[in-house]
């Protein structure tokens, strides 16, 4: 009886399987409030050169779509202007633009999905996201179709501070008709958290 009970206080531990939590869009909630953002743009063959053009706005996160009382989708929208230019591009300087983009966790791909919409651009970003709470980072993957059946793809990172009220962002992007290794624009930006 004695050699029984030790094999099951042994054995007991081992038959317990633990299963991490499926993840969900209230993971991101250090992301929802009012941010304060900044983009630039540039060539990413110059490297050394200054932007092409800086656009500067807001975006606003909020949970949205409810299903059984739990919101799940974390919504931004955003407005964006451009404030300043390279000599070539004086003429977009005070261009406006709009823009949403809902994130969910999908179940079916096991991983979160970001969508987003762009009042400048006519065509849908479907991306892929993996958020690492140990590195305070989002990584996006994602495609957007553009003019003459060309695709462009693109990785967009987010690094947060210790606090979630400030972020660093990276985007680089390429065109389906080069080569995959390169890439033409990146984006950096950050963001300033302003509102809860």
């Known amino acids: 009886m004695k050699k029984l009970l030790i094999l099951i ?4 531990p081992l038959l317990v399987v633990s299963q991490k939590p499926t993840p969900t869009v209230q993971d991101l909630d250090f992301f929802t409030g009012k941010w304060e953002v900044t983009l630039e743009i540039y060539d990413t063959h110059k490297p050394n050169a200054d ?6 706005g807001y975006q606003v996160n909020e949970y949205e779509l409810n299903y059984k009382g739990i919101p799940m989708f974390l919504t931004s929208r955003g407005y964006l202007e451009i404030v ?28 979160f999905e970001r969508i987003g919409l762009y009042s400048n651009w006519p065509a849908t970003g479907i991306e892929t996201m993996t958020y690492d709470s140990i590195s305070r980072m989002f990584i996006i993957r994602g495609n957007l179709n553009v003019q003459n059946n060309m695709l462009e793809r693109y990785v967009d990172t987010y690094k947060f501070n210790e606090d979630y ?10 065109f389906s008709d080069m080569p995959i290794t390169e890439y033409n624009l990146t984006l950096k930006g950050t963001g300033r958290k302003v509102m809860d």
């Open 51 to 56: 932007p092409i053009f800086v656009e500067k």
């Open 84 to 111: 300043e230019t390279d000599e070539k591009r004086k003429h977009l300087m005070g261009r406006t633009r709009e823009f949403q983009e809902s994130i969910r966790y999908g179940n079916f791909e096991s991983s």
């Open 165 to 174: 009220t400030y972020f660093e962002r990276t985007n680089i992007a390429n």
């Open 9 to 12: 206080l042994f054995c007991a």
